[in-house]
């Protein structure tokens, strides 16, 4: 099974920017579409954003479209989600998912939360 081990995650102020990064190993990270989730307290685990095995297709929640952005650099066997715009119904822990499954779109993760590898998580705190 693949490993992921996330970084990045902090305390920023409203309209602030933090930039999460999910370090693959274990398994070959490039045949493998990758995805963000968050959970805030209280809530289950939701989709925030996908990104194609190839690095072509990718899928957002509605609240983070033209905020967030999910990118991938397989030379490093990492995926990246750069958060602009923050704001403070964005605080939640931050989990980086692999579907382990190859070559795949990755467009699956948008509705369904689990049976993904997971890291550990990152928590992003925004404050108002």
């Known amino acids: 099974q693949v490993q992921l081990v996330e970084s990045g995650g902090g305390l920023v102020q409203a309209g602030g920017s933090v930039r999460l990064s999910c370090e693959a190993s274990?398994?070959?990270?490039?045949?493998?579409?990758m995805g963000w989730f968050h959970q805030a307290p209280g809530k289950e685990r939701e989709f925030v954003a996908a990104?194609?095995?190839?690095?072509?297709?990718?899928y957002y929640v509605d609240s983070v479209k033209g905020r967030f952005t999910i990118s991938r650099d397989n030379a490093k066997s990492t995926v990246y989600l750069q958060m602009n715009s923050l704001k403070p119904e964005d605080t939640a822990v931050y989990y980086c998912?692999?579907?382990?499954?190859?070559?795949?779109?990755?467009?699956?993760?948008?509705?369904?939360?689990?049976?993904?590898?997971w890291g550990q998580g990152t928590q992003v705190t925004v404050s108002s």
């Open positions: 998912a692999a579907d382990e499954r190859p070559y795949t779109t990755g467009q699956v993760m948008s509705v369904v939360p689990v049976g993904w590898a």
């Open positions: 274990g398994r070959t990270f490039s045949k493998f579409a």
């Open positions: 990104l194609s095995w190839s690095g072509a297709s990718t």
